[in-house]
């Protein structure tokens, strides 16, 4: 299983992807084009990914929806980890939300 978590910017989003069976845990900067996308997560089976809300959360849906099994919207205030944060970052929120 892998789980992305974004960090949704407004020219760009944080990914961190966790595979659970192998222990990998992978991050970059993805610019928002389909190929990039599509590039760092790989195959679609056993993907689950969390999407970070904000103003353009849409944007980023439609770029992943067909290269992941589930995606999952979350309230960034409602993400006590990422809302309590002392030191906030795109890599410290991403990999939360992964």
Partial sequence: MKHIGLDSHKQYDHATMINTETGEVKA????????????????????KMVIESCWNWSKTYELARDLVEEIILAHPLKVKAIASAKVKTDAIDSRTLA
């Avoid at 970059?28 to 993907?47: C, P, Q, V």
């Fill in 28 to 47: 970059k900067r993805l610019a928002h084009t389909k190929e990039e996308f599509k590039r760092f997560i790989g195959d679609r089976a056993s993907t």
